[in-house]
């Protein structure tokens, strides 16, 4: 699952979680939230089921559009240009407030969703996705700061907890919709269709924004943007974009464009992240690095999951699929429990617990290539890694606005969402090389053609990103600012 980043049996079984303060006076359901609350996990909800549907639809697209030798840049289009997307939601958050930021982004979100529900080339639909992109950096960073803003801090754990748990039923029931879809009425229709529901939820929302988090931060006056941060903004995005290219191509020549990109997204990384984070300095370097290492560590893992259950033990692809479908629901309880008032003195410790269950289930995922271990104990273990992670990522978003000042709350919230995507891109880069190398085959993206997969090839994937969640383990225990 995406940590776009989190994941609900719906609206009504967040509920729990949204109206119970964690301290005196009224939850995120209570009469100064409602509104606000009901209209940004709509949003989520909403960003959610395209996110998992639209995988469903796009071989159909590609195929209509004779553009399947392109397949693949619609994935990374809408990746690159959400890097640069969130930067630059950073920057206008903390200098102008979210609000400009998340109805701009909601614009082009839809927008992109109607050009490539139009489109009538392939290179239509590319650039449709890459304005999608763009759109959703500009909206998951601008929630944060309205989070940080508009929430007092006993409030932020119930409502990154309903965030979370909007992902459960997208990402369950979302690629079957979108099968329905694309079969009765048409692949477009799954893109064109959900510009429309965007209405409501902004309607809701897009008022109490406007009253409780809009403008600068008080006290300061509206400054221009960092013109630097915008460079490396665009040295990140164009960096990623060439690697991801040069992973496509397996020639030697696709060298240049990846040392072209590395040189661009090193230095880019370096000055987007907080200082100390390659070090996992104490505090706030550390809560960004963790994040990264416990998505791409995870994502990694779970995306050769079904593969594994396909070409190694006979499981049709649906199967295979549902065999992750009881992890929405773990990721969710997860998420509500980091949002109980009694656990916050413990909150560090809780997600030390997270990583070690995470590395637990990504180290046990493979059991299942001895034929004496049930099928269903993945399904098993991979609930509790999910559950894990439930605590784990929400916290991570709570620590990081608890740690952020308040003139600072959109340029960290950015860097935490650069440090999950790219470190989602290169952790799964990397698996894939270490899965082709070891005879597993060519998987991409796009496909997941391995049937001849020799059964090291999938250990040589898990195994590592289980130390990766280890890794991720130690960095919890320097996620307190030093004294």
């Known amino acids: 699952m995406t940590t776009l980043e989190p994941r609900d049996t719906g609206l009504a079984d967040a509920t729990p979680a949204l109206s119970e303060a964690d301290g005196g006076g009224g939850g995120v359901l209570s009469g100064s939230y409602r509104a606000l609350s009901i209209g940004i996990v709509s949003v989520v909800l909403l960003i959610a089921f395209e996110a998992t549907a639209v995988g469903t639809a796009m071989p159909v697209a590609a195929r209509e559009l004779d553009g399947v030798s392109l397949y693949a840049f619609a ?57 999608q992109g763009l759109g959703g950096g500009l909206v998951i960073v601008a929630l ?78 509206p400054a221009s943007f960092d013109r630097r941060r915008i460079r490396l903004a665009l040295g990140i995005s164009l960096g990623a974009g060439l690697l991801q290219y040069a992973a496509q191509d397996l020639r030697w020549l696709a060298l240049i464009p990846a040392l072209a990109g590395t040189a661009l997204l090193v230095p880019a990384v370096l000055g987007l992240l907080p200082r100390g984070t390659y070090r996992a300095a104490r505090g706030l370097p550390s809560v960004v690095l963790l994040r990264g290492v416990a998505a791409g560590s995870f994502v990694s893992a779970e995306s050769f ?15 295979a699929g549902f065999s992750l479908a009881a992890g929405g629901a773990t990721w969710a309880l997860g998420s509500w429990v980091q949002s109980r008032a009694r656990v916050e003195p413990y909150r560090e410790r809780l997600m ?49 606005l608890k740690l952020s ?68 383990a130690w960095v919890t225990t320097r996620l307190r600012a030093a004294a």
């Open 75 to 131: 994935f990374s289009g809408y990746f690159t240009t959400s890097l640069f997307g969130m930067v630059l939601a950073g920057q206008w958050s903390d200098r102008r407030g979210p609000l400009g930021s998340l109805t701009a982004g909601i614009g082009a979100f839809a927008a992109g969703l109607l050009l490539s529900g139009t489109a009538g080339a392939m290179w239509l639909f590319i650039l449709g996705r890459a304005v």
């Open 305 to 319: 999951v079904p593969l594994m259950l396909v070409t190694q033990r006979g499981l049709s692809p649906t199967l």
């Open 144 to 221: 944060y700061v309205v989070v940080g803003r508009a929430y007092p801090e006993r409030l932020r754990p119930a409502i990154m907890a309903a965030f979370a748990a909007s992902w459960v039923l997208p990402t369950v029931v979302g690629p079957l919709a979108s099968g329905a879809v694309t079969e009765h009425l048409g692949w477009r229709w799954v893109f064109v269709g959900i510009p429309v529901l965007v209405v409501l939820p902004l309607a809701l929302a897009l008022p109490q924004i406007r009253r409780l988090a809009a403008g600068p931060v008080e006290g300061s006056e």
């Open 352 to 400: 030390t617990a997270g990583m070690v269950l995470v590395a637990v289930a990504i180290a046990s995922a493979p059991s299942v290539l001895i034929e004496a271990v049930p099928v269903w104990s993945v399904a098993v273990a991979w609930a509790f890694g999910c559950f894990g992670m439930g605590l784990v990522i929400s916290s991570s978003s709570v620590l990081l």
């Open 405 to 472: 000042a308040p003139e600072e709350a959109g340029s960290n919230s950015a860097a935490l969402q650069i440090s999950d995507g790219l470190s989602n891109a290169l952790l799964l880069a990397a698996g894939g090389a270490a899965f082709a190398a070891l005879g597993g085959g060519t998987v991409t993206h796009a496909t997941t053609e391995a049937s001849g997969s020799h059964p090291a090839a999938f250990a040589a994937v898990f195994l590592p990103m289980a130390g990766v969640a280890l890794v991720g």
